[in-house]
C-alpha cells in the first residue's frame, strides 16, 4: 500500500504546491499492479491508436460545482501545473485526468458517490505505454518523495511476473430497467409532439440498466476484454475506493487539441451489425440514403462546427463515413480545426459539450425534455471524460458505452437521438444495442 497517498496534496482553490515529477523506463509489461490495494483515486485511458496510461493514487485533485465549473477547474490546474518540474520525456508527463457530470447541477448521489459536477485528479503514480516505449512516473511535492516512490514502484512492478488476461465474467444475477419498453413509447412520442409543435428539433433520450453481479467486476480485466473487441474505441476508468467506479469503451470523441491543432467528430446515426458482409453493407446504405438519419447527424455536424468556428482560423468537415464496431455501425464525420490564438483545451471541451449526439437542439429545449422524461441522474454518462496536462493540451472522449460499478451492481446508460418521424420500436432496438458493450462483458 502506498502510504503516502493523499499527504500534502492539493486541493484548494487558494493553495499554490509545487509538483515535482520524474519517470524512468519500464522494461516490464506487467503495469497493471499499479491499480493494485488500496489507493483513493485509479484510473485508466487507452486511446483507439493503442496508447495507454494507467495511474493511481492523488498528487492534485482539482474539483468545482456550477455553471462556471470548467473554468474553476482550470484556475485551479493553473496553479497546480504553474510550479510543475518534470524530469522526464514528454509523453510520459503529467495530466489531470478525469471529467464533468453531463450537467452542472449535478449532485454525487448513488451509484455516483464519488463524481461530482467536475472532478480531476494528477495522479501519484502511472504508466504511460505509447510507440515510444513504457514509462513509469512519480508525481509528488518533494524531489525525494518523487524519487522514493519512483524507485518503489519500479523494483516492485519490475519484480512482478506478468498475469495472463482474465477472461471470467463476473455473472449477471438480476436486471432492473428504469424504462420499459411501453414507457419508452410514451416518452419518444412525448418528445415527438414538442417536435411537432416546433419546440424541439432533436433530443437524444437515454434508459438506465442496473445489474446485480454474481461475482465482483475486476474492472481492468473488463476494460482489456473491451478493448480486444472495440479496437477502434477509447477505453476508460476512473474509480474512488469511496464510491464507484466509472468505466467504458466510448466511440466517440469529444475533442482532443495538440498545440492550435484539434480535433472531434459527429457520430449520431446507428443500424445494427449483419451476420455477413452485404447484410453489414445492407444496414449502412440504409442509413446513408434515410433521410432522418441524414437530418439526425446533420444536426450534429451543423452544431460542431457553430460552436468551433469562434475558436478556428481554419475549420474542416471531411466526408461522411462509417464508424464499424463489434456490435453496431454510425455514421461518422470528422471534424478538424486550426485554432486561431491560444486556449485551453477545457474551453472546447465546455463550448462543444452537450453536442446534438447526446443533448439535442436546441440545447436549453433538449435539456429540458430530457430533465422532464428521464427518471435517472445521467451522471457522468454522455459526458466528457479525459486528460489535459499543463500546456492545456488534452484529450476527451465522451462518457458512452460505460456503467457505473458500486459494489455488486454495475449501473449502465444508453439512449438514441430522437427526431421527426423517429419510430418507438426502432428507437427501442437501437438503444438495446448500445448496452451490449459493457452487458456482453458482465454476463
Ligand atoms: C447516446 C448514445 O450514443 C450516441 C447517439 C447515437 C445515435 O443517436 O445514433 C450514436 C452515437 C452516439 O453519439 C449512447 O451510446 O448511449
Known amino acids: 500500500m502506498d502510504r503516502s497517498s493523499g499527504e500534502g496534496r492539493l486541493t484548494g482553490e487558494t493553495e499554490s504546491v509545487d509538483l515535482i515529477s520524474r519517470s524512468r523506463e519500464l522494461e516490464t509489461a506487467a503495469f497493471g499492479a499499479v491499480l493494485e490495494g488500496d489507493t483513493e483515486s485509479r484510473m485508466q485511458w487507452a486511446t483507439p491508436d493503442g496508447h495507454e496510461i494507467v495511474g493511481r493514487g492523488v498528487a492534485a485533485r482539482f474539483t468545482a460545482t456550477g455553471a462556471d465549473r470548467f473554468d474553476r477547474i482550470r484556475t485551479q490546474a493553473r496553479r497546480a501545473f504553474d510550479g510543475l518540474t518534470h524530469d522526464g520525456p514528454d509523453h510520459a508527463r503529467p495530466r489531470a485526468f478525469g471529467g464533468f457530470s453531463f450537467h452542472d447541477g449535478h449532485k454525487a448521489a448513488p451509484p455516483w458517490i464519488g463524481f ?35 524507485e518503489r514502484w519500479h523494483d516492485r512492478l519490475t519484480d512482478l511476473p506478468v498475469t495472463r488476461n482474465d477472461e471470467t465474467t463476473p455473472g449477471v444475477a438480476a436486471t432492473r430497467r428504469t424504462t420499459s419498453q411501453a414507457t419508452w413509447t410514451e416518452q419518444v412520442e412525448a418528445a415527438l409532439e ?78 445494427p451489425r449483419g451476420d455477413t458482409p452485404a447484410e453489414d453493407e445492407a444496414h449502412v446504405e440504409r442509413m446513408r440514403a434515410d433521410a432522418k438519419f441524414q437530418h439526425e447527424h446533420g444536426l450534429v455536424v451543423d452544431a460542431i462546427r457553430e460552436q468551433l468556428a469562434p475558436f478556428a482560423r481554419e475549420l474542416s468537415v471531411s466526408k461522411q463515413t462509417i464508424r464499424r464496431l463489434a456490435t453496431i455501425q454510425h455514421l461518422r464525420t470528422p471534424i478538424e480545426a486550426t485554432l486561431e490564438g491560444d486556449r485551453h483545451v477545457l474551453e472546447l471541451v465546455e463550448a462543444l459539450h452537450p453536442t446534438p449526439a447526446v443533448g439535442g437542439v436546441p440545447p436549453e429545449a433538449a435539456w429540458e425534455t430530457i430533465r422532464d422524461t428521464e427518471p ?16 492545456g493540451d488534452g484529450e476527451f472522449a465522451v462518457g458512452l458505452r460505460s456503467g457505473v460499478a458500486t459494489g455488486e451492481t454495475v449501473t449502465l446508460f444508453a439512449g438514441n437521438g430522437i427526431v ?3 419510430d418507438p420500436d426502432e428507437e427501442w432496438d437501437e438503444v438495446q444495442l448500445k448496452f451490449r458493450p459493457i452487458l456482453d462483458e458482465l454476463r
Request: net charge negative; hydrophobic share 40%.
Open 420 to 422: 421527426a418521424d423517429s
Open 376 to 391: 435517472f441522474d445521467r451522471g457522468w454518462y454522455a459526458a466528457p471524460v479525459g486528460w489535459f496536462d499543463a500546456a
Open 194 to 271: 414538442r417536435i411537432d409543435d416546433g419546440r424541439l428539433t432533436k433530443v437524444v433520450l437515454a434508459q438506465s440498466l442496473s445489474v446485480d453481479l454474481e461475482d465482483p467486476i475486476d474492472v481492468p480485466a473488463t476494460l482489456e476484454r473491451l478493448r480486444r473487441r472495440y479496437p477502434n474505441c477509447y477505453g476508460f476508468q476512473i474509480g474512488h475506493d469511496a464510491g464507484g467506479t466509472f468505466f467504458g469503451a466510448p466511440p466517440e470523441r469529444l475533442v482532443s487539441k495538440r498545440g492550435a491543432h484539434v480535433e472531434t467528430e459527429a457520430l449520431a446515426g446507428s443500424v
Open 116 to 150: 461530482g459536477a467536475a472532478s480531476f485528479v494528477v495522479p501519484q503514480l502511472f504508466v504511460t505505454r505509447t510507440d515510444d516505449g513504457t514509462w513509469l512516473t512519480a508525481v509528488g511535492h518533494r524531489v525525494d518523495e518523487a524519487e522514493d516512490r519512483l
